[in-house]
């Protein structure tokens, strides 16, 4: 990782900054797909969202948001990003364990996400296919979770805990 990066927890000031980023890094098609959905109106934990940070800039985001998978304490992961000009610098997978690291500290039992096997599978994510059931369209393939203290099945819910 580049030694002039700051992973930190996001800020409220952050907020313009990271919408930015995943505008540009998912574009307006995102609010369609039933992850993002989800979150609409949720507010995302900011014990397990993080930042990355280069003079004053920043230029890459990983937010959780609290979940029920069946009655199991869960995030699901996402959005994460990092901007096209600071690609392949190892600042997605910073970001990644930083938040899989702190979310290993909640009573979380395990983390959800919809994603790429080949980035997430390296830090622990398997293929969930019909263990966890999204509520809405989503390719199975990509259905990923990480167990923290279990491993969780059923519907996913938005439930704060």
């Not at 990092?82 to 970001?95: F, Y």
């Not at 263990?131 to 990480?146: N, S, T, Y």
């Amino acid at each position: 990782m580049p030694p002039d990066l700051n992973i930190r927890p996001e800020e409220a000031s952050d907020a313009d900054a990271v919408e930015n980023l995943y505008a540009i890094a998912f574009g307006p098609g995102r609010f369609s797909r039933t992850a993002y959905r989800m979150r609409d109106g949720v507010p995302h934990d900011p014990l397990t969202s993080f930042v990355a940070e280069r003079n004053g800039l920043v230029i890459g985001a990983i937010r959780q948001t609290r979940i029920r998978v069946g009655e199991a304490k869960a995030y699901l992961l996402g959005p994460l990003a990092v901007a096209e000009t600071a690609a392949k610098q190892g600042i997605g997978r910073g970001l990644l364990k930083r938040s899989i690291d702190a979310a290993r500290g909640t009573a979380a039992d395990a983390i959800v996400l919809v994603g790429d096997p080949p980035f997430y599978g390296p830090s622990g994510f398997d293929q969930v296919w019909d263990a966890i059931l999204m509520p809405g369209p989503v390719e199975r393939h990509r259905l990923l979770c990480l167990p923290l203290k279990r491993m969780v099945s059923g519907p996913v819910s938005v439930a704060t805990w």
